[in-house]
């Protein structure tokens, strides 16, 4: 998962302007294979509580050793601009169970983590239940969660609630699910 909190971590960490694939690529090279949603998490948080935009606590960070800028990334050039997309998704809920979907093994992002289903061609002829906004690599995703069950044959399968921290979440699928009180 590159939100920017992470895009910002890896760039300082290695002192390189890296932008699209190359932050993918970057990310994936680092990631513990063992245990991708605590990685996730642990970069996310890094990034917002230690790592922060205007004032990284480098003396306190547990990465300091490895960071190869341990302050701010020199401006150079301009960051490419970000491009805006709308997506929506299904939140489907039964009995402390939710309904998601694995990614492919072979994706080029978060390969084998899990995600709400994504309910593509919605049109806005109603209200999502809720809105928020999100950013991976060079796209500003404005997201609308809809309360609504997912499309036929999308594959997915009913998880616990109770098992979901064990579960390799993408950042997004984190970030419905907290902001559904669900996390
Ligand atoms: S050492 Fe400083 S710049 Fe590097 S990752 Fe830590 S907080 Fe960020």
Same mark, same amino acid.
């Given at each position: 998962?590159?939100?920017?909190?992470?895009?910002?971590?890896?760039?300082?960490?290695?002192?390189?302007?890296?932008?699209?694939?190359?932050?993918?690529?970057?990310?994936?090279? $680092?990631?513990?294979?063992?245990?991708?949603?605590?990685?996730?998490?642990?970069?996310?948080?890094?990034?917002?509580?230690?790592?922060?935009?205007?004032?990284?606590?480098?003396?306190?960070?547990?990465?300091?050793? $490895?960071?190869?800028?341990?302050?701010e990334l020199a401006a150079t050039t301009?960051?490419?601009?970000?491009?805006?997309?709308?997506?929506?998704?299904?939140?489907?809920?039964?009995?402390?169970?939710?309904?998601?979907?694995?990614?492919?093994?072979?994706?080029?992002?978060?390969?084998?983590?899990?995600?709400?289903?994504?309910?593509?061609?919605?049109?806005?002829?109603?209200?999502?239940?809720?809105?928020?906004?999100?950013?991976?690599?060079?796209?500003?995703?404005?997201?609308?969660?809809?309360?609504?069950?997912?499309?036929?044959?999308?594959?997915?399968?009913?998880?616990?609630?109770?098992? $979901?921290?064990?579960?390799?979440?993408?950042?997004?699928?984190?970030?419905?699910?907290?902001?559904?009180?669900?996390?």
């Amino acid at each position: 998962m590159v939100d920017g909190n992470v895009k910002r971590v890896l760039r300082r960490v290695t002192g390189k302007r890296l932008a699209g694939e190359e932050l993918w690529v970057t990310a994936n090279h $680092l990631l513990d294979a063992k245990r991708p949603g605590d990685f996730n998490q642990a970069m996310m948080e890094l990034g917002a509580v230690v790592c922060t935009p205007r004032a990284p606590a480098c003396l306190t960070c547990p990465v300091l050793e $490895l960071c190869a800028t341990q302050g701010e990334l020199a401006a150079t050039t301009k960051p490419a601009p970000q491009k805006q997309r709308e997506i929506h998704y299904s939140l489907h809920c039964r009995d402390r169970e939710i309904f998601l979907v694995q990614r492919s093994s072979d994706a080029s992002l978060m390969p084998g983590m899990w995600e709400l289903p994504e309910l593509p061609g919605m049109k806005r002829t109603a209200s999502p239940s809720f809105t928020l906004r999100h950013s991976i690599t060079v796209t500003d995703y404005k997201v609308h969660v809809w309360h609504a069950a997912a499309p036929s044959r999308c594959g997915g399968k009913w998880i616990p609630v109770g098992r $979901l921290k064990q579960v390799a979440l993408t950042g997004l699928a984190r970030k419905i699910l907290r902001k559904a009180a669900i996390l």
